[in-house]
């Protein structure tokens, strides 16, 4: 198998009608009114709340823009906007910087030079929000990760990466970025650097040690079972960096999966007792 940009090119018109049934029909079976997302004017949201309202339309889908006063983006809020129009869907904006002021206030031992730790506070209380409308007005609750971010494990667990469904999952980010085009997404937001906006200046590229292009044939390598000495020598890279990504994959398997418990009873929730998403 040759690791080249070709290799995760794909036929965008049927990934597209692929992802529009998904939604509908999940949206349809769960007796939901509709679908609610966090819209924060990036690749990933702006795709998928884009997709949801080409797929039940977009009096049925809700995004939240939920700014707070460290990361708020003029850019992002006006992208977002532009997004709603094109497409038909609705929007309400939320500052939480409310909010989080009394959830740090609420911790004896807050730190606000922790970033990580005050980052995935904000992360959580963007879901919050979230799940509320998807709760009061009977809505599903949309995720927008992509694969490269799920296998690398780059997300707050129980934060960003919570949903009811997440229909680009099985996309990497380039991939999202082509589907985007694709379907009418303009080029300022797609050529846009990525970023979970949970610390000012913070960037996904840089965080994760190399740019989309590059880690996503390692991901796509690995994928297929190719040994990390065979990925680096196709992309003609450091070796230590196709190991570097492989280890950060493997570690993170423990925020993809289900609570993990002690084998005790016949069936055990989540591993051997796995039911349909719709067994009548």
């Known amino acids: 198998m040759e690791l080249t940009s070709s290799a995760l090119e794909l036929d965008w018109q049927e990934v597209q009608a692929r992802i529009e049934r998904f939604i509908k029909d999940y949206v349809k079976k769960s007796g939901a009114k509709g679908i609610v997302l966090g819209l924060s004017g990036g690749i990933d949201s702006c795709t998928v709340a884009a997709l949801s309202a080409l797929a ?16 708020r983006n003029a850019t992002d809020i006006k992208h977002s906007i532009f997004v709603a129009k094109k497409f038909g869907f609705k929007t309400e904006t939320i500052d939480i910087t409310p909010a989080l002021q009394a959830f740090y206030k609420s911790f004896s031992t807050f730190d606000p030079s922790d970033k990580v730790c005050k980052g995935n506070v904000k992360a959580r209380m963007r879901m919050i929000y979230i799940y509320y409308y998807a ?13 490269s971010e ?30 985007a085009r694709h379907i009418g997404i303009s080029k300022g937001i797609v050529a ?3 970023t979970p906006a949970l610390w000012p200046g913070q960037l996904a ?3 994760l040690g190399m ?12 994928e297929h079972f190719m040994k990390t000495e065979e990925i680096a020598k196709q992309l003609h890279l450091n070796k230590a960096l196709a190991d570097k990504a492989k280890r950060r ?6 925020k993809r999966r289900m609570l993990l418990t002690a084998k005790i009873e016949y069936r055990t929730v989540g591993t051997d007792f796995r039911l349909p998403r719709d067994p009548f």
């Open 56 to 71: 039940i339309g977009g009096k049925k889908v809700l995004g939240l823009q939920l700014p707070e006063k460290e990361t």
């Open 135 to 147: 709760n009061k007005l009977n809505m599903l609750v949309c995720g927008s990760s992509d694969k």
């Open 150 to 179: 799920t296998m690398m494990g780059y997300f707050t667990k129980w934060g960003d990466v919570a949903a009811d469904i997440s229909p680009l999952m099985d996309l990497y980010k380039t991939q999202v970025r082509k589907l």
């Open 192 to 194: 846009k650097p990525s």
């Open 205 to 207: 590229e840089k965080e």
């Open 211 to 222: 740019e989309y292009e590059q880690l996503d044939l390692i991901l796509y390598g690995l």
């Open 249 to 254: 994959w493997l570690a993170a398997e423990h």
